[in-house]
């Protein structure tokens, strides 16, 4: 899989706040594509052991079944410090590295992090979207930015995330009973189109699937690279 050199990885701190300050105004946050045949998930783990991570992409058919196709990995070195806000320059290396080995061109991408729902709007689905030029959807555990108010215990309900005034997101509770996670447009999608995608790939879980059997499998790649 192909992807755009869009900056050097080697920057600091003030040089990354300033390329995702230039990033966001390139990102594309309407539908801009037809019908979706592939998606895919993607997650990184760390090795607490070593300045070891991991990170796994998986692509899906999406049918009822959501029909594993292909999945591919690959292993670096953290270079990054972690810095909230700035996960992309500690993540997208190697996701990028892992990305590079797909056949399967995935039609839209979930991850899990942040889309436009960011300081910057600029999250990892985004800066990752531009990068790839496809389709993105964040797909946060935690809410990093905005208010909401409360969602209805119902799968599918949701409550608009809102910062600074503008609908960044929204809490959609894809699971009774448990937490809602936050969604929020990369690129090449808007919130309406991002929804639906998200509830078509939770089976039963409160992570999307491909997410989800992303983070499984990662965390098994990490823990075999200790033996």
Known sequence: MKFNQLHSWRVGYKKA?????TLKDLLILKRS???????AGTDVSYDKQ?????????TFK???SL?????ASAISRVKFPYIPGLLSFREAPVLLKAFRKLKTIPDIILFDGQGIAHPRHCGLASHMGLILDKPSIGCAKNRLIGKYDPVENTVGAYSELLYRNQVVGAAL????????IFVSPGHK????????????TCCGYRIPEPIRQAH???NKLRKNARK
């Open 173 to 180: 509770r894809t699971k009774i009973n448990t937490k809602p």
């Open 17 to 21: 706040i300033q390329i995702q300050e």
């Open 50 to 58: 070593s300045d070891s991570f991991f990170a796994v992409v998986i």
């Open 67 to 71: 029909e594993q196709l292909e999945e």
């Open 189 to 200: 999608i808007d919130l309406i189109s991002a929804i639906p995608i998200v509830l078509k």
């Open 33 to 39: 594509f037809g019908r979706i045949d592939t998606v």
């Open 62 to 64: 999406l049918n009822k």
């Open 216 to 218: 499984l499998f990662v």
